[in-house]
Nanobody
Framework: VELIESGGRSVQPGGSLRLSCVASGYSTRFSDMAWYRQVPGKQRDWIGTITNIHRTSYADFVRGRFTISRDRDQNAVWLQLNDLKSDDTGVYYC???????WGRGTQVTVPG
């Protein structure tokens, strides 16, 4: 039973990435799901949430650059990152809000 993130890599400033989060061993169908990120030396920050009825909310710093989506049948959630900046470097985590479950994270690096 786990959440598995993938898709992180090194990308040039201005580039885009799509991160995936897939649940293994259980269903996220009825859970609200969230993405967080942790920049080196700082606390883990909330990026946004998608509810089980696909309503989304985002942190102010996202400023329209990031988009969360999901497919309940595929048991998956995605985070589209656009116009990436060096400040976006960090480990990105998926979170099952209702079950308080975290993935291990995926590293995104944007050279400064």
């Amino acid at each position: 039973v786990e959440l598995i993130e993938s898709g992180g890599r090194s990308v040039q400033p201005g580039g885009s990435l799509r991160l995936s989060c897939v649940a293994s061993g259980y269903s996220t169908r009825f859970s609200d799901m969230a993405w967080y990120r942790q920049v080196p030396g700082k606390q883990r920050d909330w990026i946004g949430t998608i509810t089980n009825i696909h309503r989304t909310s985002y942190a102010d710093f996202v400023r329209g650059r990031f988009t969360i989506s999901r497919d309940r049948d595929q048991n998956a959630v995605w985070l589209q990152l656009n116009d990436l900046k060096s400040d976006d470097t960090g480990v990105y985590y998926c979170n099952d809000v209702d079950l308080h479950r975290w993935g291990r994270g995926t590293q995104v690096t944007v050279p400064g």
